[in-house]
């Protein structure tokens, strides 16, 4: 039953685009196409060998985090994006993936159906979260729980349709979750949705073989020239594991080349597949970020608390953990 009800989503779903491409003008001025290579390299230092349960960053001592060389080619109506990861944040970024495929961190074609209607087939990164896997998109070094938690990447075929200057809107067919290379044999497919209202997101994640549902809310505000609070608010429940949390992102431009960010984030899960099986857990970090041309330092210290001991310093298990971090991260 459930795959008849998946097999009538995805024909629907088809439908809809191929409609709303026969109803596009498909006629356009030549223009020319452009190639471009970008991407980052960092590295960083980590005071002690024992880090809390997040992703990357959580290396001992003088570590590394990844090389990230994206490929891009746009053309009249259509393009491509080829982002390849090698060290161990790309790794830990791409984990589901074996093989050469362990590179690839994105990898997708799209097409511009109009000017405000684009398609995209592939892998792509998660539309969920206010946090990113390139470490110069984040103001912060280190990873929260709820991006940690993923999911990190999609592959499947997505729709988005820009409304209005102010409103937007996302419709996708997804493999199961961090299943970037294909999909599992009988597993479900999973449905993806955001609408985007004046730089506020609600996101939509639901399906797959587990039963998942993943609600997030990802934004943030100008308070000021200099200050801004982003926010990001998560619940996801399937059939083995619940979590949810919050985090506040404050963040202050002192000049253009200093500016101090913090993130303040709680944290609950239920399950017993997790870092913490039945508990809670608060983390505190504040970064600093120094930029000169394309090089960009961050001083960041962090504390994570929770409900038990959940966490292994060297004295075993502990309730609490702290750490400081200084990375480097050179953007081209």
Known sequence: MKNNINSILITTFAVLMVTLLGNQNMQAQDEA????????VDTYYRSTE????????????????MANIVLSYEGEKSGFV?????????????FNSVGSSNLVNQLY??????????LTLG?????????VISPAANFNYSTSYMFSYGPFSH??????????????????VLNSTDQTE?????????????????????????????????????????????FFLGVNATTYEDDTIEFSGIALYPQYTFSDSFALGARYEAFTENGELGAFGDGDNTSFTITGSLTSGNMTIKPEFRVDTASDKFYTN???????????????????
Do not use: C, H, W
């Not at 024992?50 to 985090?65: V, Y």
């Not at 074609?109 to 684009?118: I, P, Q, R």
């Open 109 to 118: 074609v799209y097409y511009n159906v109009s000017d405000s209607f684009t």
């Open 82 to 94: 080829a982002d390849l990861v090698y060290g161990p944040r790309g790794a830990d970024a791409v």
């Open 182 to 226: 294909a999909q599992p044999i009988g597993d479900d497919y999973m449905f993806g949705a955001q609408l985007g209202l004046y730089g506020q997101y609600i996101n939509l994640l639901t399906g797959g073989s587990v039963n998942a549902t993943q609600i997030d809310f990802t934004g943030g505000i100008d308070l000021s020239d200099s």
């Open 33 to 40: 196409p452009t190639f471009s290579v970008s991407g980052t």
């Open 155 to 172: 592959t499947g075929l997505k729709a988005d349709i820009t409304l209005s200057d102010d409103i937007s809107l996302m419709l996708g």
């Open 123 to 131: 892998n792509f990164n998660t539309f969920l979260g206010y946090e």
């Open 50 to 65: 024992f880090a809390p349960g997040t992703s990357f960053a959580n290396l001992n001592g003088f570590a590394l985090g």
């Open 314 to 332: 060297a004295d075993g298990a502990t309730d609490s953990l702290a750490s400081f971090v200084v990375a480097a991260i050179y953007s081209f």
